[in-house]
């Protein structure tokens, strides 16, 4: 009698055991561990709820910061197109352009593969939604949204882990970046205006600068500069050499791809510019050069800490912005870091 009460007991734990499997397996994604079985839903940076009923297997991109995250994420097999500015990572380039970019791109090859996903930057929804519709009225789940923007980067991480079912990667890369975030806000955060430097900032184009309601302006906040532009009428105005030279910046700081053939040469082409031959940063040699790469997606932690070491080198000085960059490379993109983005 014993042994057979036994028997029955051994059994109902091998169903138990067997039941909580199944339903593991049910209701958990095979990939992370952390999905529930149903509808994954997001909601994108124009608002929009973006609906898939399990994650992504094949994917298109029109956006090169979200092809770079999609790599980060470890994904990168799961993309099947891309535009032509989708160039990084360098493995990319096997996979075929199906769109020179985003905006009103042509759909015969996107809709012939018709992936599950197609990512893009808000460029595609500027004609009214018209591409998007015709998108999705073609089964593709779209989603929009900007990684050269800060306050959207961890957002659009944390929404593409769940749209491919990889949370915990996502998680993993938004962590590295905040670290990096909280080491530069705990070092600027108590500093009183009279302690931070005057910063000009210039874009692609001379005397193209930024101001008040501009992503450059937040980025300059947070690395605690003081943007000499920053109460100008419109968010990227153009200024005169002289209302440069009447600001005397203390630190100038210059976007440039650093693929460009002149990039090398920028520095002092910016120093020699009779304007600016009197300001504290051309007499002091604090003109500073970047690719805006660095401030994008996963590369944007190397960003912040170059700009913040520039600015504020006491307060940096224990930090090699460069080694961020190889560490990240590597760790996100197992590539090491070959080329300059930021000079000297």
């Given at each position: 009698?014993?042994?057979?009460?036994?028997?029955?007991?051994?059994?109902?734990?091998?169903?138990?055991?067997?039941?909580?499997?199944?339903?593991?397996?049910?209701?958990?994604?095979?990939?992370?561990?952390?999905?529930?079985?149903?509808?994954?839903?997001?909601?994108?940076?124009?608002?929009?709820?973006?609906?898939?009923?399990?994650?992504?297997?094949?994917?298109?991109?029109?956006?090169?910061?979200?092809?770079?995250?999609?790599?980060?994420?470890?994904?990168?097999?799961?993309?099947?197109?891309?535009?032509?500015?989708?160039?990084?990572?360098?493995?990319?380039?096997?996979?075929?352009?199906?769109?020179?970019?985003?905006?009103?791109?042509?759909?015969?090859?996107?809709?012939?593969?018709?992936?599950?996903?197609?990512?893009?930057?808000?460029?595609?929804?500027?004609?009214?939604?018209?591409?998007?519709?015709?998108?999705?009225?073609?089964?593709?789940?779209?989603?929009?949204?900007?990684?050269?923007?800060?306050?959207?980067?961890?957002?659009?991480?944390?929404?593409?882990?769940?749209?491919?079912?990889?949370?915990?990667?996502?998680?993993?890369?938004?962590?590295?970046?905040?670290?990096?975030?909280?080491?530069?806000?705990?070092?600027?955060?108590?500093?009183?205006?009279?302690?931070?430097?005057?910063?000009?900032?210039?874009?692609?184009?001379?005397?193209?600068?930024v101001a008040k309601g501009s992503v450059g302006h937040k980025l300059l906040e947070f690395v605690?500069?003081?943007?000499?532009?920053?109460?100008?009428?419109?968010?990227?105005?153009?200024?005169?050499?002289?209302?440069?030279?009447?600001?005397?910046?203390?630190?100038?700081?210059?976007?440039?791809?650093?693929?460009?053939?002149?990039?090398?040469?920028?520095?002092?082409?910016?120093?020699?510019?009779?304007?600016?031959?009197?300001?504290?940063?051309?007499?002091?040699?604090?003109?500073?050069?970047?690719?805006?790469?660095?401030m994008q997606g996963v590369r944007y932690p190397a960003g912040i800490l170059y700009w913040a070491?520039?600015?504020?080198?006491?307060?940096?000085?224990?930090?090699?912005?460069?080694?961020?960059?190889?560490?990240?490379?590597?760790?996100?993109?197992?590539?090491?870091?070959?080329?300059?983005?930021?000079?000297?």
């Amino acid at each position: 009698m014993k042994k057979t009460l036994l028997i029955v007991a051994i059994l109902l734990i091998a169903v138990a055991t067997l039941s909580t499997f199944v339903l593991y397996k049910l209701y958990m994604a095979p990939e992370e561990g952390g999905l529930k079985e149903g509808p994954i839903v997001v909601v994108d940076c124009k608002g929009v709820k973006v609906t898939l009923q399990a994650p992504a297997k094949t994917v298109i991109s029109l956006s090169s910061g979200m092809t770079e995250l999609i790599y980060a994420l470890g994904c990168e097999d799961r993309i099947i197109g891309r535009d032509s500015y989708s160039i990084f990572p360098p493995d990319v380039l096997n996979k075929p352009v199906v769109a020179p970019h985003s905006y009103h791109p042509p759909l015969e090859k996107i809709l012939e593969l018709k992936p599950d996903l197609l990512v893009s930057n808000t460029n595609l929804v500027y004609d009214e939604n018209e591409t998007r519709k015709t998108l999705e009225a073609a089964g593709i789940a779209v989603y929009v949204d900007e990684t050269s923007t800060p306050d959207r980067v961890k957002i659009c991480i944390a929404n593409l882990g769940v749209l491919l079912g990889v949370e915990d990667r996502a998680q993993e890369i938004i962590s590295f970046i905040e670290s990096y975030e909280r080491i530069v806000q705990d070092r600027v955060k108590d500093l009183k205006e009279s302690e931070k430097p005057r910063v000009y900032l210039e874009l692609f184009r001379e005397w193209n600068t930024v101001a008040k309601g501009s992503v450059g302006h937040k980025l300059l906040e947070f690395v605690g500069g003081s943007n000499i532009a920053a109460d100008l009428p419109t968010p990227y105005p153009i200024v005169s050499p002289e209302f440069v030279a009447e600001k005397n910046p203390e630190i100038i700081i210059r976007m440039k791809m650093s693929g460009d053939p002149d990039y090398p040469l920028l520095r002092q082409q910016i120093m020699n510019r009779t304007a600016l031959m009197g300001v504290d940063a051309v007499k002091n040699g604090k003109v500073y050069i970047y690719d805006p790469e660095l401030m994008q997606g996963v590369r944007y932690p190397a960003g912040i800490l170059y700009w913040a070491k520039w600015i504020h080198p006491n307060l940096f000085e224990d930090i090699d912005p460069e080694a961020v960059h190889k560490e990240l490379s590597l760790k996100f993109f197992g590539l090491e870091l070959e080329g300059a983005y930021a000079f000297p």
